[in-house]
């Protein structure tokens, strides 16, 4: 709409003010619902958040000369905005014009404040989240401000970058019409103070500007390339209100609305609500409050999903039908049908005037036809009854019967992510998160933002198998086009674009260049950084080529352009190793760039500085304190300064900002048990175990910290990971040891258990009772049991740690060329259980282990050597002693006189003494025999 302002004199009346705030908010969505966002800020609308100050000209004044100064302008706007709502409390006097107004105009100014702020941010929505591009002035009121000259635009775009990295945040990649954003946010968030001291939060029309000044704080978010604390806040206060307005059907219900409301209209508020809000713990890595909200929307949407399986053919060659995940969804409600008819639209608003999304034409948007082998969702075996598969599961393609509107693929989504975050690194992440984007993939209908996440999850799960790479860039390059397209209206894009976790535009374009990367296409990805001034991936990518002055060249040049950038600076730094570098760069940020003194303590870490490390990382964490590697950096340095508190300190906040982070919980784990600390390492093993379980040496720690507890189960667990991962090559000894010495014990203990029992077992009647031990049951119920009873449990406990560690063993004595170590542990765990003949082998193998030339010369190796051999025929006279037999007896002195005539050289230590004794103790038996 080309519609040029009204004049700029004061009005007069009071219906004449009513009237034109009336047109000017008719102007404003008659524009949002045709998708024409800048032009309700270039119309009447824009004028009139001016018009009320009669000094507005000077105040937003701009000198084209110098170019003006961007910061004075926008605060002299936030100025006119405050002005333009502002009243003194308790009348009806306008504080600026000093005229009498009416409550009725008071409360459509706000309306008209909060229109004109959804307009700016769905405009910088389309320019950096759902396309297609456009092509409009720097500044939301360059139409308004024409008559001022036209406005610098690299300079103001240059300040308007600086004002959205808050917390010393960087930006993620380049940010398009970042004015547009801060302008929103004068208008929606800055203004909102204004709207609570005047008690307009809750009236008709505004009931919504909390939610959008929440979608205005999280679009800025997402825009960043790490967390921001201060936004965190705001958005949590944003959430708990706004949830608690529109969480639930009743609640939207509840709210007067200026038109007929359906529980199923209301159920998609609800579920709108939910999701936003889950959507944005899960950017800060609340996995757990997260999941919350999105139970809450799968409560509010009246659906209820489940994995299930059936048999299906996942590639075109395959032969025989295997087992597939497939989801089903259940309907819980009879607001929610899943065999409705197909939904035509779900936008919701006071005119009632946005027509059906159309929805032809997506499917061949974002299909792509490709030669892999691997289909891309498992083709199901049809006639699956006699298996038990629900008839929702059965069906050539995965989802076919199983319709969901578009809120509940929105749902299903926010499943997918939640899974894909609180699940282990691993190729089976891949396969749980299967099910949920092929059940979305195969729904006939659905809105352009949800089918673009989808294949965007597709694309993450594919490109991490090496059969599906190539096609996973395929995708990613038909996405990237149809992003960029202009297929589909910016009205149709809009549509869910704020409950889905779409990346902007860079954020995709940085993850194609990434995955060209991956399968090689190191130059184009150069082209894509250079355009996305991602720095750090150009300076990666100029490595990769071997053309790092290239790299340090083209960071030289812009600099020229932009002097006073600080990740310029940075990433200069980073090529060149200099820490001017990064020193400039904190003084060109005003210190108020955190990356740059976490580029100075990486530094200082790599020259073993690790105290000067620790006070970079330090004020790094002061400004934005959300950033999980600056919390594991700055225990690393604490840990190897020897500062064990600073460092559990450390650690323990970034495994609280990132409760998935193995690593750290593995050097939480690591701390405690230096410190003799078992119990609280023990937890932190289990926990850092979850998400490193490819690592044998955190598993042979776990091992040791559970015997310390007395966790043997897990301990047994433990070891036969650290055998398995590490193929036969690595046996802790020292927890085996621990093992065989803990069922030595326990037969000990329940050969004297049952002794007592057997002494105390004539005893009757109420010395029985009240010799008995009482415990509480699960459900509360005390059940009592005797001396006799317990000392069966100990026993069958015995006997299940005595046979697990047998196992354990003889499987680590088979698969692998153990040393004797190992056969004289299975030597004693055989004694243990009463067989001497198969502890006499593994003695033997343990004595051939040990036998060697170094016998002769080493005194630890002859040592070493007389021990095993003693025990050997200690075992020789005992199996003698039993089955009457002399020939133990003959083979235990041939040996043993063979022993002392080796260890001639050493007849004064120990080990040839208990020689000589051994063998008069083998000729007296003889003797005797």
Known sequence: ANLEPPPLSPLSTHNSHLAALHRAIEIVVRCVEEGAYFDALSAEPASLLLWL???????????????????????????????????????????????????????????????????????????????????????????????????????????????????GCDLLGMCALPQFLIFSKILLVDAKENIRKNCFNNAFGLETWNWWGCRTLSAHQHVLAERSPSLYTALTHANAEITEQFGSTKSVLRRQWDLKMDNQEASTIATLVQLEAGLVEYTYGHIDKARQYFKRAEQACGIQFSITGALGFRTIHQVDPKPQMILVANSTSTSSNLAASKEESLYLDVSQSIKSVSLQGQKEVFEISTESDILLAPNLVEDMHDVGIPATARSGDCGKNNYLNTVQQAVVLAQCLEIKKSNPDDDLKGWQMAPYIEAVDAQQDSHFMVKYFCQLLRIHWECARSRTQQRALLLMEHLVEAIQGSSFKVTERMCFVFCVGCPTIPALLKEHAELMVSCGLVREALLLFEKLELWDNLIDCYCLLEKKSAAVNLIQQRLQIQPNDPRLWCSLGDVTLDDECYIKAWEFSAHRFARAQRSLGRSAYMRAEYNKSMKHWTAALALNPLHPGGWFALGSAALKAREMDKAIDAFTRAVQLDPYNGESWNNIAAIHMTKKRSKEAFIAFREALKFRRNTWQMWENFAQVALDIGNFGQAIEALQMVLDLSQGKHVDLVSLTRLVEEVEARKVSSVGSKDHVYASSDKKGVDECTTSTSVSSLVGDEITYSHEDIGKRQSKEAEWLQEVVGKLLAQIA??????????????????????????????????????????????????KFAQVSVQLCEVYIETASMNRSKRELHTARMHLRNTIKQGQCFTDTDGYKALESCLKKVENALQYM
């Open 53 to 167: 100050s009669p000094t507005w000209k000077e105040r937003l004044q701009v000198n084209t000369t110098d170019g003006g100064d961007p910061g004075q302008f926008y605060k002299a706007l936030a100025g006119c905005v405050s002005a333009f709502l502002d009243i003194e409390d308790g009348s009806t006097q306008h504080a600026a014009s000093g005229r009498s107004i009416e409550r009725e105009e008071l409360r459509s100014r706000a309306m008209l404040v909060m229109a004109v702020g959804v307009a700016a941010l769905l405009a910088f929505m389309q320019a950096n989240w759902t396309g297609p591009p456009l092509n409009l002035p720097p500044c939301p009121l360059s139409t308004v401000c024409k008559k001022d000259g036209n406005l610098p635009q690299n300079t103001w775009n240059f300040w308007a970058n600086e004002e959205l990295m808050v917390d």
């Open 814 to 863: 088979h698969s692998c060329e153990c040393g004797g170590e190992i056969w004289g542990l299975l030597a004693r765990w055989h004694r243990v259980k009463g067989d001497l003949t198969m502890c006499t082998e593994a003695l033997l193998k343990q004595v051939r282990a040990n036998q060697s030339s170094d016998v002769q010369r080493s005194s630890e190796q002859f040592q």
